[in-house]
């Protein structure tokens, strides 16, 4: 059974994905919403070294932050669709994903000190 972090992190892949081939943008936006997407996908198999997968996890959060600032000073910034915000919602994913990795962490170090 998969850990609900796995499935947070996959999700907020595919939404930062989707939100990739729907809208587009410039390419900016383009490369920032692919660099969310490839560090969700990166940390999902690093499982076994939760402080590495805690801090990687924070690239694809400050990727979703500067697309939303290069969305604010794009030429389309008045007009905003149903597909920006995927990215909110990805980045809600990573902060649950992330919670629960430094929960894991805790939890594994308060046992090696009962050890």
């Known amino acids: 059974m998969l850990r609900p972090q796995t499935w947070y992190l996959a999700a907020a892949a595919l939404l930062t994905l989707l939100c990739c081939i729907i809208g587009g943008g410039n390419v900016l936006q383009v490369v920032l919403l692919i660099v969310s ?19 990687l996890c924070l ?33 809600a994913l990573l902060v649950l994903a992330r919670k629960g990795i430094v929960h894991d962490e805790k939890v594994v ?5 009962i050890r």
Not at 72 to 83: M, R
Not at 109 to 113: E, K, L, T
């Open 37 to 55: 997407t490839v560090g969700s996908l990166a940390a999902i198999p690093l499982f076994n070294k939760r402080p590495v997968q805690a801090m």
């Open 109 to 113: 170090r308060s046992y090696d000190r």
């Open 59 to 91: 690239v694809p959060m400050v990727a979703l932050l500067a697309w939303y600032v290069a969305l604010a000073a794009g030429a389309d910034a008045t007009v905003l669709k149903w597909y920006h915000a995927l990215p909110l919602l990805s980045l």
